[in-house]
């Protein structure tokens, strides 16, 4: 038998996977408020489905499983910012709204960060449950990221880089 080769969640965790964890917890109770924000900002119906599909199915679950693998774990649980009101968008100044090409550039760098955040937490886990935890987080951020860059495309949203149109002759 190896070392750390029982029980996973018997098993204590190290200051890199707490640090993990909790920094993964602050960071999506900060996503909950601010997407909620941000449906408030929202005019276009399926960028409000896929916000209303995103806080339901992929920062819940992070939440919840995080600060319970906290809470299991006897560390205390990061601060939560409050829930936000719902507000009607037409109440909100035009000067001071989010528009929706901004609201999903947002989105799909938050998405980005995500991926790189939940790949360095399963690189330094040696508790294999929270690797796969953290690997189950990845490959929904992934089909949402996905399913985020389909819509910036559909929508016209999508900025690109200058693209190269110059080909260079073989040498």
């Known amino acids: 038998m190896g070392i750390l080769s029982g029980d996973q969640q018997k098993?204590?965790?190290h200051y890199g996977e707490v640090f993990s964890v909790w920094s993964f917890a602050q960071a999506a109770q900060?996503?909950?408020?601010?997407?909620?924000?941000y449906l408030?900002?929202?005019g276009d119906q399926?960028?409000?489905t896929f916000?209303?599909?995103t806080i339901r199915n992929v920062i819940?679950?992070?939440i919840e499983q995080t600060t319970q693998l906290l809470k299991e774990n006897g560390v205390s649980l990061p601060p939560a910012p409050p829930e936000r009101p719902k507000a009607n968008l037409e109440d909100i100044p035009p000067g001071a709204r989010f528009n929706d090409?901004?609201?999903?550039?947002?989105l799909s760098m938050d998405y980005a960060a995500g991926l790189v955040a939940c790949s360095q937490a399963m690189g330094q886990c040696t508790r294999e449950d929270i690797a796969a935890m953290f690997g189950a987080f990845h490959m929904k951020k992934a089909q949402y990221a996905g399913q985020l860059l389909k819509m910036n495309k559909d929508k016209g949203w999508l900025v690109l880089p200058p693209l190269q149109v110059k080909q260079t002759e073989p040498v």
């Open 40 to 42: 408030n900002h929202a």
């Open 60 to 62: 819940q679950p992070e």
């Open 11 to 13: 098993e204590p965790m």
């Open 51 to 53: 916000l209303q599909d």
């Open 30 to 37: 900060g996503f909950f408020a601010g997407y909620q924000t």
């Open 101 to 106: 090409p901004e609201i999903a550039a947002a």
């Open 46 to 48: 399926d960028l409000r």
